[in-house]
């Protein structure tokens, strides 16, 4: 179609890359030089502190607050577009701020996911030169797609400056190695990213939601303890996160990888567009200088207002980390009994943790997965997976390093308590 640049990275969209462990395919094995991987992965020896002073011209501060828990950031916002879009994921916001990039002609091209033909929910990277184009990209998807795969295709073409809209783990291989891409400029939109599976996986989830996976176009787990589901009739209803069928899924169901991911909220983006701190609005936190000028591409068609934090998340985040242990490497599991779900699932969203201190109770949660998951099942990658900033949100829940878990000296004992 008129605009959209090549869809097919190296070695074929939909062939194996190179046997990696640990690999979320986010595009770099698939490039002229794979070897770079072991510079650029977030899960072999992730640099944060270097690479956000690199970005945002700091690293985070713990003594600022949210900033142990977001990254670096400038501001935060609750936000939507005053005219929704249709087909949007929420209302469209980081659409529309790729759309204005490309018609004010800040950038040249758009890298993003767009829905395989064949399949809706399966993620294609593409490029987008014509604003137009950018609807068909508007909504999540679900799977593994190496996005970074069509870097040099982009700089092939004489594509000098870029917008990419991706996940953390795609967004930490590009920072890495932004400064030998060759591009002019690169602005970098983020979605935050708690966990992803096969797309094959997500059909399968799917399935147990409802009798008629195949009519699903729309899928969001919501602030509110709740999925929206939307059905392709136009039907739309809602399940509490307590009577989601996990149980009934594979216990690797979300791979090593995501269960051992220590960036939720995509730190070296310059804006990232999530919903965990939005009260059931959007929630952008903008990093950087390119951060507040692509929001400012909205101009008046944006509200924002300040964010806001009701309940407390330390007894949510504690009997979590004790239902990951208890799940010995698998999901975590849930002693509660069947009675008690539905009573629990209507006091959560009105007792538990909202707005910026249920956002902070994901994070801490992410971040307690990762030592646990780590710990059972690569516990010599420790050392070099875990940055210290993880090891300080966990503290709090008696999550120390032992010895050989630390980076610093590998003893553990300078380790933050």
């Keep these: ?23 979320t395919d986010c595009g770099i094995s698939r490039s002229s030089d794979p070897k770079r991987c072991g510079r650029a992965c977030q899960f072999i020896a992730p640099d944060y502190e270097r690479l956000e002073a690199r970005v945002h011209g700091r690293a985070r501060d713990p003594a600022r607050p949210d900033e142990l828990h ?3 950031f400038r501001r935060m916002a609750r936000a939507a577009l005053r005219e929704p879009r249709d087909g949007a994921q929420w209302t469209g916001i980081t659409t529309r701020i790729a759309e204005r990039l490309l018609e004010t002609g800040a950038v040249e091209a758009v890298l993003t996911m767009a829905p395989d033909p064949r399949d809706r929910w399966r993620p ?12 068909g990209c508007r909504g999540m998807r679900m799977g593994f797609a190496p996005l970074l795969s ?29 400064a030998e891409l060759g591009f002019e400029r690169i602005w970098v939109i983020g979605t935050p990213c708690s966990d992803n599976t096969t797309t094959e996986r997500f059909h399968a989830f799917l399935a147990l939601l409802d009798e ?32 989601l069928p996990i149980s009934k899924l594979p216990s690797d169901f979300f791979p090593l990888t995501c269960r051992t991911c220590v960036d939720y909220t ?30 400012s591409l909205l101009g008046d068609e944006i509200v924002l207002e300040a964010c ?30 069947d009675w008690a779900r539905p009573i629990v699932a209507w006091l959560q969203p009105r007792v538990g943790p909202r707005g910026l201190e249920f956002a902070r109770a994901r994070v801490e949660m992410k971040a307690a997965e990762t030592v646990l998951h780590l710990r059972r099942a690569r516990p010599r990658r420790m050392r070099a997976m875990i940055p210290a900033h993880v090891w300080r949100l966990v503290a709090p829940y008696g ?15 300078d380790a933050p308590r």
Excluded at 1 to 23: K, N
Excluded at 151 to 158: K, N, T, V, Y
Excluded at 313 to 335: D, Q
Aim: hydrophobic share 40%.
């Design 1 to 23: 179609m008129a605009g959209r640049l090549a869809t097919q990275p190296p070695h074929g969209a939909e062939g194996a890359p190179p046997r990696r462990d640990l690999c």
């Design 70 to 72: 977001f990254g670096p």
């Design 124 to 135: 294609v990277p593409v490029l987008v030169t014509d604003p137009a184009d950018l609807a």
């Design 150 to 178: 069509l870097l040099e295709p982009a700089r092939a073409r004489g594509i000098s400056r870029l917008a990419v809209i991706g996940i953390p783990c795609q967004v930490y291989a590009l920072r890495a190695l932004e």
């Design 212 to 243: 008629a996976p195949q009519t699903i176009s729309y899928l969001e787990f919501r602030a509110d303890y709740r999925v929206e589901i939307r059905h392709d009739d136009g039907r739309v209803r809602t399940v509490p996160f307590l009577k």
């Design 266 to 295: 995509n730190v070296l983006a310059d804006v990232t567009v999530g919903y965990m701190g939005g009260e059931g609005r959007q929630w952008l936190i903008v990093r950087n200088e390119r951060g507040e000028e692509l929001v």
């Design 308 to 337: 806001g934090a009701k309940g407390a998340r330390v007894s949510a985040v504690k009997g979590f980390i004790a239902n990951v242990a208890r799940a010995a490497g698998g999901l975590p599991l849930r002693a509660m009994p």
């Design 399 to 413: 999550l120390v390093p032992k010895p050989g878990e630390h980076a610093v000296d590998g003893t553990g004992d």
